[in-house]
């Protein structure tokens, strides 16, 4: 994967500021630093959650940066949120097979049915 320029900002703050960098295949990468150093940001981007303002990211030879996120999810692009439980009453399992699924839909509602 390779993010090219990727800038973001929220109002006049820049959350993200040319950011470039590339990620090996097969290779375990971390991102650190400090509380508002633009991590989440970043991450929303590459999953789709977020639209930059501007810049790309090559994944497969192809620029997702207009894909929408479960088109990015489904060529293996996905994250995890602080808040792990999204559904009260599914167990973990439950949450990891709405992951996995291409019909994920149907399970969200019959979740949401249920609270």
């Known amino acids: 994967m390779k993010i090219k320029d ?6 006049g703050i820049k959350a993200l500021n040319s950011c470039s960098m ?3 295949n097969g290779k375990i990468t ?19 959650i977020l639209t930059p303002d501007n810049g790309e990211i090559i994944f497969q030879e192809k620029n997702i940066i207009k894909m929408q996120d479960y088109k990015i999810s489904n060529l293996g692009i ?4 602080q808040d ?3 559904f009260k ?3 973990v399992k439950d949450h990891i097979k709405i992951s996995l699924t291409k019909d994920y839909e149907s399970i969200i ?4 049915k249920k609270e």
């Open 30 to 48: 971390a991102i650190i630093g400090p509380n508002g150093s633009g991590k989440t940001t970043l991450f929303n981007v590459i999953s789709g």
């Open 78 to 81: 996905s994250r995890t949120f």
């Open 89 to 91: 009453n599914l167990s």
């Open 109 to 112: 509602k019959s979740a949401i």
């Open 6 to 11: 990727i800038s973001k900002s929220f109002g």
């Open 22 to 24: 590339e990620i090996k």
């Open 84 to 86: 792990v439980k999204l």
